[in-house]
């Protein structure tokens, strides 16, 4: 089998990103100006790309990050598994490393391993990973989709690649992330590897490049 290359992407830019206000999967929020510009960058550097799927989570700020690969007929599928951990009743609030115990303490419990820890009324990190996993079996069983993107969100894209890379979860604040940025990996029909690691180069030219 010919290996499959799959393109994992982190929606754009949104208010609450600027505003450092905690959007997790209770929140559907949308791009702001700069969001839609960061797409527009992406799509001038990979429109040209024939993918054979796209796939989303349920939320908004995913589904807009890659409207232009929808807006040009490219197949789409939307699944919950891919939604953004849910952070519970600090949905929708300030939550920062400096200000915030609660915050650093469930972060240091899933550095030390406890990844079955959650903020009050959010996920564990465990959880999310049990519902990717559906997903991850659809992807591998699709060997005709020979190029994949998949847009998702920050902490549920360092889960999934701990669990396609095949490590522990206690690892995934080593894939770092921003706004748009991607990670290309490529499938032989048994294992994951990284092709490109938190890749914005396409970020660093002009919407209007060809």
Known sequence: MRPRTIFLLRHGQTDFNVQGIVQGSGVDSSLNDT?????????????????????????????????????AGRPHEAHAGLNEISWGVREGTPITLEEDAEYRQVLADWGAGRTNERLPGGESPDEVAARQRPFIELLKSRPDEQKVLVCMHGRALRVLLCQLLNYP??????????????????????????????DISHLQVSAEAP
């Open 35 to 71: 969001g839609r510009h960061q797409a527009a960058q992406f799509f001038a550097a990979y429109g040209h790309v024939p993918f054979d799927k796209i796939y989303t989570s349920t939320l908004r700020r995913t589904r807009e990050s890659v409207q232009h690969f929808l807006d």
């Open 169 to 198: 979860l206690r690892c995934m604040e080593g894939f770092e992330h921003s706004n748009l940025c991607l990670y290309k990996l490529e499938f032989t029909g048994t294992m994951f590897t990284v092709k490109n690691f938190l």
